[in-house]
């Protein structure tokens, strides 16, 4: 069993960065075999995948609206995936999830396991 858990969010004001955190809780399965996914969802829109990276970090994807301002990488020493959100924007509110899957990146249905979630608002 893979839990995971979502730090980072919060307040911010446009133009502005976050770095999101998705970390395997203490006792579970080492997020080291995963590919890793950064989903969110606004209020009354459906979910959108942000960005994806592969389990050793070699292959990277992301959605239109935050290429060039969004950056996802991973430290499999420290069991964690980040993601860096510069250039904040006010269609980028939502609530962000992280979810993995054995291996390699897939479509947003694909993930097995799933954060709680952390909510990002950008507004000034």
């Known amino acids: 069993q893979l839990q995971l858990v979502e730090s980072g969010g919060g307040l911010v004001q446009p133009g502005g960065s976050l770095r999101l955190s998705c970390a395997a809780s203490?006792?579970?399965?080492?997020?080291?075999?995963?590919?890793v996914g950064w989903i969110r969802q606004a209020p009354g829109k459906e979910r959108e995948g942000v960005s994806c990276?592969?389990?050793?970090?070699?292959?990277?994807n992301y959605a239109d609206s935050v290429k060039g301002r969004f950056t996802i990488s991973r430290d499999n020493a420290k069991n964690t995936v980040y993601l860096q959100m510069n250039g904040l924007k006010p269609e980028d509110t939502a609530i962000y999830y992280c979810?993995?899957?054995?291996?390699?990146?897939?479509?947003?249905?694909?993930?097995?396991?799933w954060g709680q979630g952390t909510q990002v608002t950008v507004s000034s």
């Open positions: 979810a993995a899957r054995p291996g390699y990146c897939s479509g947003t249905a694909d993930y097995d396991y």
């Open positions: 203490r006792f579970t399965l080492s997020l080291n075999y995963y590919a």
């Open positions: 990276i592969s389990s050793r970090g070699g292959s990277t």
